[in-house]
């Protein structure tokens, strides 16, 4: 009996050694401060955009466990929309929310990771491409050798098509963008110009002033929730949808390297598979918003909401053709190009084949819409 009431009281006491221990352990874990992300987008606040870098936000931080919080500011509240990668590059913000067209000013290259030539491929296939097809390769040999950036970057969210886009008369051919001051940005500008347009390339919060004191003639963003919050309906009545310049465009996600490296490895996964996780929310709430947009601007606004002519959708594809022998001149630009195409000659011809008339079946539930 006392050798088993010795045993007895051995185990209790370790037990409460063994609490002990965990109570004294315990503050420690809870008083490690949260590591915290200055992230700055290219984004106003007003624009559904920055409400989609903040679906990002949240779900970081839930699958984080609050161990990583993101200070998610707009554009202009550091930097301009234009230099966040700048700004990740030098540390002076740690992370951005943007896309890889408004640093095309570096290399052209940098257009192809979303506002290239369509080789028939849309924004979900071309990332695809990215993350299966070698294009993640191929960006980060832009990034880090050719540029020399101390960035990580990943893409995410295809977009659907941007619109032609708003003009004060409606664009039945493709000769009405002779003179035409455009805005748009990255390849898309040599795509117009090769057209006949005049081309400025302008942040989207300075879009609407320009079109009030005739700088431009005419623009494009990207979705009808975008267009209208920043009052494209008030400068112009007529919106073309449908367009070859930026059919393939995602969001891009960058990063300080020195900062991302210094984060624990399940903290690295957390935000590059948080990307993945935000494209279904970032699609779900396009989808709802844009449709529900499109829907008050035709209605409510009185929008000229029309589809762009096939004949000027072909233009555009010449146009195309035009500009891309001097471009691939630069072999890497011509390495992704070569890349791009040989995945969508692959991926595309599987896609149409194996997909329905998507048109046909809303046509007969929908008579008469279209």
Not at 14 to 25: I, K, N, P, Q, S
Not at 31 to 50: I, N
Request: charged share 20%.
């Amino acid at each position: 009996m006392r050798k088993e009431f010795s045993r007895r009281r051995f185990l209790a006491g370790t037990g409460v050694a063994t609490a002990a221990v965990g109570t004294l352990a315990a503050p420690a874990v809870l008083a490690q401060a949260p590591k915290t992300l200055k992230m700055q987008s290219s984004w106003p606040a007003s624009d559904v955009f920055q409400e989609m870098a903040g679906q990002y936000k949240e779900r970081v931080e839930a699958m984080s466990g609050g161990r990583l919080k993101i200070d998610l500011l707009p554009a202009g509240a550091v930097v301009g929309a234009f230099q966040v990668q700048d700004a990740c590059h030098d540390g002076t913000i740690d992370a951005a929310h943007t896309v890889p067209v408004y640093w095309y000013g570096k290399n052209k290259a940098a257009s192809l990771f979303g506002t290239g030539p369509v080789f028939g491929g849309d924004a979900n296939q071309m990332l695809a491409w990215f993350y299966k097809g070698g294009g993640e390769a191929l960006y980060n040999e832009l990034t880090q050798q050719v540029l020399g950036l101390n960035i990580v970057g990943f893409l995410g969210t295809g977009m659907p098509a941007q619109p032609l886009g708003w003009f004060k008369s409606e664009i039945t051919d493709a000769s009405q963008l002779q003179g035409l001051k455009y805005r748009t940005v990255g390849l898309a500008a040599d795509l117009f110009q090769a057209m006949g347009a005049s081309v400025a390339q302008l942040p989207g919060g300075e879009i609407v002033p320009a079109m009030e004191r005739g700088v431009i003639d005419g623009f494009e963003f990207n979705n009808p929730t975008s267009d209208m919050r920043f009052g494209a309906q008030d400068v112009a009545k007529n919106y073309m949808l449908a367009s070859y310049h930026q059919a393939s465009e995602s969001f891009e996600y960058i990063f300080n390297k020195d900062t991302f490296d210094d984060l624990e490895p399940d903290l690295q996964a957390i935000l590059k598979h948080g990307v993945e996780a935000t494209h279904l929310a970032n699609y779900s709430l396009a989808m709802d918003q844009y449709s529900a947009d499109l829907q008050k601007l035709a209605k409510e606004n009185g929008v000229n909401v029309k589809r762009t002519p096939d004949s000027v959708l072909a233009a555009q594809l010449e146009a195309w053709d035009k500009i891309m022998p001097a471009l691939e001149a630069d072999a890497y630009f011509k390495k992704v190009v070569d890349s791009q195409k040989a995945f969508c000659e692959r991926v595309v011809y599987f896609t149409l084949l194996a997909s329905p008339d998507y048109k046909l079946a809303y046509q007969h539930y929908f008579p008469g819409k279209l």
